[in-house]
């Protein structure tokens, strides 16, 4: 073999070894790439278990320390209630509870000095008695279920013939919470408490009803029975919260009705009852003097038994402006009437006039019967408008009805 076969030669075998190593190389370089597409997939669902993983543990480690919360919480012994009797200059504190003696405790730091006042409800550590915290006052479901929310749907128009009697009241009620300023210049107390007095039926409620309506400030409502409670103290308490409340949502207007099952004269020989009932009474009367005439608490009394309350109510400065609720005259009942019959389909000649005349010593509260049974009468019979004859049955009717009418009833006992 010359030189040029062999050059020839070894070109072509490197050439062929040239081709065969690049096939190689690329089978190789294609399998390898394979694989690391298996292991990028691989990392991924790595990174992905590895990072839910990590969101479970955040999570087991919160649950964790709620738990140790809550088996803290769990484990913290129990507060003691008391009350506040005195803030010593040092900033301790003398407080009450139900375990008897006063103690002289440390107050926790984060409360605010503001809300440690005497007479403040405390929750107190049970083996140090430091004053753990401020409780909001407590006030009876039945005194906060007292407030009127609602305005009920009675306005002056709806009052007959009580004209005076509505302008006197509104000057002794509404115009001191709403112009104080004009009494003070003036110079005059306005008055603190009104007395509404007069028969049952004539409309004391009503008009109270009609100031509620009215009125921009809050308006309290009770009936004198709710203050009277079964065990020893609580009417007293009943009356406090009362007023507890009516001096937080000043101003305000407290109104109680039927006065006289509290402020009944206190006799000398009393049951255990009457006893309690006198205590209500009484924590009445401190109330009344308790906080000034212009202050934004006005009170309106109502009751048909004036002769039984005790004089101590009707005092100055305390329920110290009567207005007497009359028996309605003729024109009034004319009113009454008309107000009553405004919502009725009443024939064109039915004449007020006439039928007000008949009823000589009758109240509202009658009137407002008459003219139900006069639409009873008009329905029995199937007719849809109320005739002249079926007002003049009705008037018969409720008079003949009640024989106590006719009589002077001033001093029988009215339920
Ligand atoms: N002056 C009046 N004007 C209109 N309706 C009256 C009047 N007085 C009484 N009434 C009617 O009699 C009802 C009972 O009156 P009320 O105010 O409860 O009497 P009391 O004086 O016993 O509180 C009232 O709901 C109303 O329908
Ligand atoms: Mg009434």
């Known amino acids: 073999m010359d030189d040029d076969q062999i050059r020839e030669f070894s070109e072509k075998m490197s ?7 690049s096939e190689k ?36 480690q919160k649950e964790i320390r709620r738990l140790k919360q809550e088996l803290v919480r769990l484990k913290s012994p129990p507060l003691i209630i008391g009350n506040i009797r005195d803030i010593l200059a040092d900033g301790r504190v003398v407080v009450k509870s139900s375990t008897g003696p006063d103690f002289i405790v440390n107050a926790a730091d984060y409360i605010t000095k503001e809300n440690l006042v005497v007479g403040a409800r405390v929750a107190l550590n049970k083996q140090t008695l430091a004053v753990m915290g401020v409780l909001p006052p407590s006030l009876d479901p039945i005194v906060t279920g007292a407030e009127i929310i609602e305005k009920p749907p009675v306005t002056f128009d709806d009052v007959g013939g009580l004209e005076g009697q509505m302008r006197e009241l509104r000057e002794a009620v509404e115009d001191p919470l709403l112009k104080p300023d004009l009494y003070r210049k003036v110079g005059i107390e306005p008055p603190k408490g ?34 009277v409670q079964k065990y020893i103290g609580e009417g007293a308490r009943l009356v406090r919260e009362l007023f507890q409340l009516a001096r937080e949502k000043s101003p305000s207007i407290v109104f109680i009705d039927e006065l006289d099952s509290v402020g009944a004269k206190r006799l000398e020989i009393a049951t255990s009852g009457d006893r309690e009932v006198q205590r209500t009474l009484m924590q009445l009367l401190a109330e009344l003097d308790g906080f000034n005439p212009l202050g934004e608490v006005k009170i309106i009394g109502a009751t048909n038994r004036p002769d039984i309350l005790d004089e101590a109510l009707l005092r100055p400065g305390r329920f110290d402006r009567i207005i007497e609720i009359p028996i309605p005259g003729h024109e009034a009942r004319m009113t009454i009437f008309k107000i009553h019959t405004r919502k009725m389909s009443a024939a064109p000649d039915v004449d007020y006039g006439v039928l007000a005349a008949r009823c000589e010593g009758t109240t509202g509260a009658d009137i407002h019967a008459m003219c139900t049974e006069a639409g009873m009468f008009a329905i029995r019979e199937e007719r849809e408008v109320v005739t002249m004859g079926d007002f003049g049955r009705a008037v018969d009717k409720v008079l003949g009805e009640s024989p106590m009418r006719s009589t002077d009833a001033s001093g029988a006992m009215y339920a």
Do not use: C, H, W
């Not at 390898?32 to 999570?59: F, H, I, P, S």
């Not at 007069?198 to 009609?210: I, R, S, V, W, Y």
């Open 15 to 21: 050439e062929r070894i040239a081709s065969l190593f």
């Open 25 to 60: 190389m690329s089978e190789r370089i294609a399998s390898l790439e394979d694989k690391n597409d298996k292991l990028l997939e691989t990392a991924r669902r790595a990174e992905g278990e590895k990072r839910y993983v990590e969101t479970e543990l955040g999570r087991l």
């Open 194 to 227: 009104v007395l509404l007095v007069g028969p049952p039926g004539t409309g004391k409620t009503l008009l109270a009803k009609a100031v509620a309506n009215r009125t921009q400030a809050t308006f309290i409502r009770f009936v004198g029975s709710e203050l």
